[in-house]
Structure formats: structure tokens, C-alpha cells
């Protein structure tokens, strides 16, 4: 049974700096990509970032520049480092592993990132 946990959400004031862990229980193939996407209240999820084996990482371009996904194999992990935090980078965020067409993807329950003075 694979899970993901996130953990590392909070409350930063502007200009702040957060890392997000996911950690990942089970087996997940390693050709699945694995995300972060957010959803502030009254809007849909969106994707972050993204990193795939091979193929590096994206990003939405509201935080590239500021943010930086990572992804530890051995630790069964993957990591977001959030710098220069926005008051419009408030929301949940959710890990997601994300598999090929037709496949099943995983998320996990989200954690609460709030940037406010």
C-alpha cells in the first residue's frame, strides 16, 4: 500500500523560507514523476513543480526562480524548498506521485502553507 505524508507546512511571514517533505511509504516505480501542487481556498489545485528520473524538473512560473523540488531515492522522499515566500503562495500543499496513462496516481492529505505578516 503506498502512502505519502507531507509535513514542514506553517505560517512564514513574507519573504520567508519553507521546505516541505513528503515522504513516501510503498513502492513507486521509478519512471512515476513525483509533484507538488497547491490549492488556495476557492481556487483549483495547481501544479507547482514536478520531477521526473531523467528529465529533470518544472516548475509554474509563479515560483521559479524561488522554489526548488528535490528527490531522494534513498530516502524515499521528495522534497520542496519554498524561498522569497509570497502571501499568494498560501495554500495546500499536496505531494502526488504520478504515474503513466491509465495508471493509478497517488496523493497525499496536504499540508498548510500560510504566508502572512
Known amino acids: 500500500q503506498v502512502q505519502l505524508v507531507e509535513s514542514g507546512g506553517g505560517l512564514v511571514q513574507p519573504g520567508g523560507s519553507l521546505r516541505l517533505s513528503c515522504a513516501v511509504s510503498?513502492?513507486?516505480?521509478?519512471?512515476?514523476?513525483m509533484g507538488w501542487y497547491r490549492q488556495a481556498p476557492g481556487t483549483s489545485r495547481e501544479l507547482v513543480a514536478e520531477i521526473r528520473t531523467g528529465s529533470g524538473a518544472n516548475y509554474a512560473d509563479s515560483v521559479k526562480g524561488r522554489f526548488t523540488i528535490s528527490r531522494d531515492s534513498a530516502k524515499n522522499a521528495v522534497y520542496l524548498q519554498m524561498n522569497s515566500l509570497k502571501p499568494e503562495d498560501t495554500g495546500v500543499y499536496y505531494c502526488k506521485a504520478d504515474g503513466p496513462p491509465f495508471s493509478r496516481d497517488f496523493w497525499g492529505q496536504g499540508t498548510q502553507v500560510t504566508v502572512s505578516s
Open positions: 510503498g513502492s513507486i516505480p521509478p519512471y512515476y514523476s
